[in-house]
């Protein structure tokens, strides 16, 4: 199992700013995963974040508003720029355990946009 | 492309009663299918996988689920339901040849299990 750690826990920003959220898993991964949580919503991919490579986008989301940093195999930042009330959610870092195919979950950011 | 589909936004069952949480999927090739749930302001918890085998998996907490590979149906089911079952519950899919690939999530079905 992969135990997984983020910062902050929950945030209360003012529309136009920037947070950066720090994902840390206890083991070496591949590939990392970020996921959002609108209020009362399903979990929605952000973007895969693999070591060495430009993290991969999937429809709707591009990298000038959620850019991503992957530094090493246990690390990742999700930045969340030039924020508006809609980007209000929980954002969840992930990883997948190649032996069992089990995807773990961090126990996610909540971020608040006024 | 990869989908999931929970068709009930909620489901309502009497605490001692069966439940069932139904889901379905759309993948190109075969899958892999897992329940989470997701209690209030608490992180995803894992509960059960279909990866190979049995159709028949069990999970944690009592929780079971039935993989029907000609309806393209993953339900999960427990005999007798709790109220601190209650919680929002989650089918997600990924195929099979795409094995490193993030989970793709179903919209969520709320259990409500009335004492």
């Known amino acids: 199992s992969a135990v997984i750690s983020q910062k902050p826990s929950r945030d209360i920003c003012q529309r136009g700013t920037s947070l950066t959220i720090q994902c840390q898993v206890d083991s070496q991964v591949t590939m990392m995963f970020w996921y959002r949580q609108q209020p009362g919503q399903s979990l929605t991919l952000i973007a895969t974040a693999n070591q060495g490579s430009e993290a991969t986008y999937e429809s709707g989301f591009v990298i000038d508003k959620f850019p991503i940093s992957r530094p090493n195999l246990t690390f990742s930042t999700l930045t969340v720029s030039n924020m508006s009330p809609e980007d209000s959610s929980i954002y969840l870092c992930?990883?997948?355990?190649?032996?069992?195919?089990?995807?773990?979950f961090g126990p996610g950011t909540r971020l608040t946009v006024t | 492309a990869q989908s999931v589909a929970q068709p009930e936004d909620q489901v309502n069952v009497a605490e001692g009663n069966p439940l069932t949480v139904k889901c379905t999927y759309s993948?190109?090739?075969?899958?892999?299918l897992f329940w989470y749930v997701q209690y209030p302001n608490r992180g995803l918890q894992f509960l059960l996988k279909?990866?190979?085998?049995?159709?028949l998996v069990k999970g944690s907490y009592g929780f079971e689920a039935e993989f029907n590979k000609s309806q393209t149906s993953f339900h999960l089911k427990k005999p007798s339901a709790l109220v601190s079952d209650s919680a929002l519950y989650f089918c997600?899919?990924?195929?099979?040849?795409?094995?490193?690939?993030?989970?793709?999530f179903g919209k969520g079905t709320t259990l409500s299990v009335s004492s």
């Open positions: 993948v190109s090739g075969n899958p892999y």
């Open positions: 992930s990883v997948v355990a190649w032996e069992s195919y089990e995807q773990y």
């Open positions: 997600a899919v990924r195929d099979i040849g795409q094995a490193g690939t993030a989970l793709i």
């Open positions: 279909y990866i190979t085998g049995d159709n």
